[in-house]
């Protein structure tokens, strides 16, 4: 036998491995995620059918929204025909078709998920065995927030997780894009703190761009493309989302049985608010969305639709079909697609992967804006994201039903202005009417008008019943007679609200299509007292519009004055209902009323408590992370034995 001799190893730079604890990030599993054409679809499955088809009920739900359309625009046609067809009863019926019908297709939907949750039946099976095998991340991007409220949310939530025995198959990501030097300082010591507290180094993870590119889409893209391929889904999450776990396990399980579905979008339920207009948002999401999200998962099916945070994406069909292109296009709508979510479950579709919604999988929360003028800033951003949605609507390959919720994404924000153009020209035909002699068929007008307020209350009123039905939903509310007050506070206070929204997102429309951008500050979360001047800066001209509309009404006939008085009682009132609604003593006295209270708000859940006492903990932790601070700072001082004389200690250099 021969000998075989083994040649030394070369010599080889010594590599150090760092030890979990002093990792910030796992090892790199990069997953490749090309960017998607608009233009062309390379992968042609947008048409591959599922197996519960939902043709009739679409079917159904448009043919009841054309119908309806129709005999409606028919008795409006009736009423502006004594004098012929004007240029503005033409526009005026034009637009009455199309507001007529996005508020009918609403109604309809409802419809359908009242009876779906009357009946308990045909519902979607969301009910997996909890018992998962696959590795999931759960990622939370942030952007200049409170690190206290980011970081006890990942503690609530995987505290959550090693209580069910499940946390190996877990780790958190703190994704961060934060451009202020101090707040991502105590991003990184609060991560490194959280680690040490949960013995978890190997668990939760932080990484913060340099360049922050195309905003939230970019940063769960850039994590895809780094360590997608670790993780077979991945739990995107907000600042403010909170998960239980037993949701999370549900929802992981429903990936693993459902090998097609691409996405699993939750309904959140609004918890933690405390001035008067966020407890009203709580309300309203809490008693009404059930029935509109359970309506719109009826129809939907396989082609359901995403909000961008609360959901479960499988990594590699999210990486194969979801990279976003820039629009080539100039102002207002060119460049990186800002409301990625809309967009990316459409490519999701158009790649033959299934989008679902879950409304019937409770332990999913977010928050609400404390203020209307604080939920008006943020709907200004989500306004020129949704406008920029024309430019993706012709893009090839999609599924109809991932266009209709595109093209209904536009319409959130084009109808405000719609609405005011109508308003305008109902009074420009009264006049002309008035003007020839004609009265205008009062019992007719009525009627229709009666019509459209119970398409817009009807679904309201179907998920107050749904809850009075329920004793513990029922009791948690106040009863039936604290939540009957509470829906009829919820409309009054809506109603006169409403033509303060519709003034802001016309003049948001209007920003957008002169090509003002939107910028990206972080949103206001935390209560604080609206100040009478910000109240006026943002609201004088709604008051002085207000004023001129019903002077203008009452001098062209009180009783235009009379059928539009909820329009100018709002806008007269602006200033002093935006300052009384942000108030948190307001909140917390209709509290202490028995209004507009919630399942959650009267028996919270525990991973919402536990985040919320942890938030308390972090700022009583403040100089345990200024020590971390300035002992990894700080100079380190060495004894210099040979400097003569008293022993001195010397900063290393």
Known sequence: MDRVTARPAAATAWKPKLGPALRSLPPRRPLAMPIQSL??????????????????????????????????????????EP??????????????????????????????????????????????????????????????????????????????????????????????????????QAEATGVLRLRLKLEAPDRIFYRRRAVNLDRKAGNVADWVANFGAGYESMIVLDADSLMTGDTIVRLTAAMERDRKVGLIQTLPSIIGASTLFARLQQFAARVYG????????????????????NAIIRTRAFAACAGLPHIKSGKPFGGHIMSHDF???????????????????????????????????????WCQGNLQHSAVLGAKGLHWVSRLHLARGVLAYLTAPLWLAFLVLGGVVWFQQRGAGHALEASMAGALFAATMALLLIPKLLGAVLVAR????????????????????????????????????????????????????????DEGRLKFKRAWSRHWLHTLLGLGWGGAALALDPVLLAWTSPVTVGLVLAIPLSMATARADAGAASRRLGLFMTPEETAGPDVAARAAGLRAQYDAEAQVRFEIDRLFRAPAHVYRPEVQGVPAYLQAA
């Open 470 to 525: 329920d004793r513990a939903a029922r009791e948690a509310c106040g009863g039936v007679l604290g939540l009957a007050l509470s829906v009829v506070g919820e409309v009054a206070l809506s109603a006169l609200m409403a033509p303060i929204f519709m003034l802001m997102h016309s003049r948001a429309v209007v920003d957008v299509l002169r090509g003002r951008h939107s910028g990206w500050a972080a949103q206001q979360r």
């Open 39 to 80: 233009e062309k679809d390379e992968m042609g499955q947008a048409c591959v059918p599922f197996l519960d088809s939902r043709a009739w009920r679409r079917t159904a739900v448009v043919g009841a929204t054309l119908v309806s359309t129709l005999g409606a625009s028919a008795v409006m046609a009736r009423l502006l």
């Open 343 to 381: 967009v990316e479950a459409a490519l999701l579709r158009r790649g033959g992967w299934a989008v679902r919604m879950a409304p019937d999988l409770t332990g999913s929360y977010e928050e609400a804006p404390p203020s209307l003028i604080d939920m008006a800033v943020r709907d200004r951003r």
């Open 290 to 309: 059930p029935v509109i999200a359970q309506g719109q998962a009826w129809w939907s099916g396989a082609e359901g639709n995403y909000w961008g945070h």
């Open 83 to 184: 004098m012929g067809f004007s240029v503005a009863d033409g526009a005026m019926l034009t637009l009455f078709v199309l507001l007529f019908a996005w508020v009918a297709f609403a109604f309809v939907s409802a419809i359908a998920g009242f009876v779906l949750m009357w009946r308990a039946r045909d519902l979607e099976p969301w009910r997996p065995q909890p018992i998962i095998f696959s590795r999931t991340a759960l990622l939370m991007p942030t952007y200049n927030e409170d690190p206290g409220r980011i970081l006890s949310g990942v503690q609530a939530i995987y505290e959550e997780l090693a209580g069910m025995g499940v946390s190996e198959l877990y780790d958190i990501f703190v994704l961060s894009d934060t451009r202020d030097g101090a707040i991502a």
